[in-house]
């Protein structure tokens, strides 16, 4: 099979596009490493490392840090790892360089819906460039995990059977497996929405409640997942796999998990303002769960668990009230879909 070999520009260096890069790199890849800003490429650069979200890491040789955006965009593999928020006004950077992306190979690995728009990351590179070719990498992927070589698998989501073969070969290595899918939609429901649900089992972590309200969550929150998948037109075996399920599990349980650990802060009392200030990195379903709110009442859809994480972040809701209105609701026969 024909191999991707026209170079890989990974644009976003958080903790997950830097660990993306540093594992291709020691695959003998030639990686450009990009980050929207010019002091923290300047550091990564001099140091070898991305000392802010992952010290220690220190980078292949065949790993360059790139200061051109120019330079990054004449690459044939373009991964976008810059949160949701954001990612929209890093694509209109983009257009100022007149560089044509139709045959360029765009990989999301972004988990978020932007509130505004209330669209998902594949959704805002195809309508700001003006190409279809775009995939989506997803999976429970926990950045230090996967650079220490335990064993981690991922969805990488085509609607292009050939081109996702060649991006299943480029992202694979021994202790990094990746599946191959069709469902972009759901892939990118599932890795967005997922967020919201780890705040909520962080919200039970700091509240002090234990294994049988996070199993509890972890479920329900799953069937508000693929309720709202389906009428977003994904398929909802997906949300049993790796994307739905597994990525679920993983950041609702795993103590490094950001979102997770935003909603443990909340329970024990802090006001989402501070930790939003006090965090390095983002936490997605900090801003998801306004788009999946908004969602939820657009298309009618029952997501109670969404809704009172909402309630709690920007209604000033008690956690305890919350959970006390969780468990008080109509009694009914449980329902997945």
Not at 207 to 229: C, H
Request: hydrophobic share 40%; aromatic share 6%.
């Amino acid at each position: 099979m024909e191999k991707l070999a026209k170079g890989i520009s990974i644009i976003g260096a958080g903790s997950w596009g830097t660990t993306l890069a540093v594992i291709l790199s020691r695959k003998g890849l030639g990686v450009d490493l990009y980050s929207p800003f010019k002091e923290h490429n300047l550091k990564m650069q001099r140091e070898r490392e991305n000392s802010l979200f992952l010290k220690g890491v220190k980078f292949p040789s065949s790993l360059n840090v790139n200061l051109s955006l120019k330079d990054i965009l004449e690459n044939e593999v373009i991964v976008l790892a810059v949160p949701v928020k954001f990612m929209r006004g890093v694509l209109k950077q983009f257009k100022k360089h007149n560089i044509p992306f139709k045959n360029k190979i765009f990989v999301s690995v972004s988990k978020g819906i932007e509130a505004k728009s209330l669209k998902s990351a594949s959704q805002i590179i195809k309508e700001e460039l003006k190409t279809a070719n775009v995939s989506v990498l997803s999976g429970p992927n926990i950045a230090n995990e996967v650079l220490k070589g335990i064993p981690s698998a991922s969805i990488l989501a085509c609607k292009n059977k050939k081109l996702g073969e060649k991006l299943q070969i480029l992202f694979t290595c021994s202790t990094f497996r990746i599946y191959l899918h069709d469902d972009i939609v759901g892939v990118e429901i599932g890795g967005a929405l997922k967020n919201i649900i780890a705040i909520s089992c962080g919200i039970s972590d700091g509240l002090g409640f234990g294994t049988n309200t996070k199993a509890a969550l972890v479920t329900r929150g799953l069937a508000e997942i693929m309720r709202l998948g389906r009428k977003l037109g994904a398929n909802t075996v997906t949300f049993w796999g790796i994307s739905g399920l597994g990525d679920l599990v993983t950041t609702c349980f795993s103590p490094y998990s950001r979102n997770r650990s935003v909603g443990e802060r909340i329970g024990k009392g802090q006001s989402i303002d501070k930790i939003v200030k006090d965090m390095k990195m983002v936490a997605e379903g900090v801003e998801t769960v306004k788009a999946a709110f908004q969602l939820s009442r657009k298309l009618n859809i029952d997501m109670p668990i969404t809704s009172e994480v909402y309630s709690v972040l920007y209604r000033n809701k008690s956690p305890k009230k919350a959970v006390a209105d969780l468990m008080t609701r109509p009694l009914k026969s449980e329902k997945l879909v």
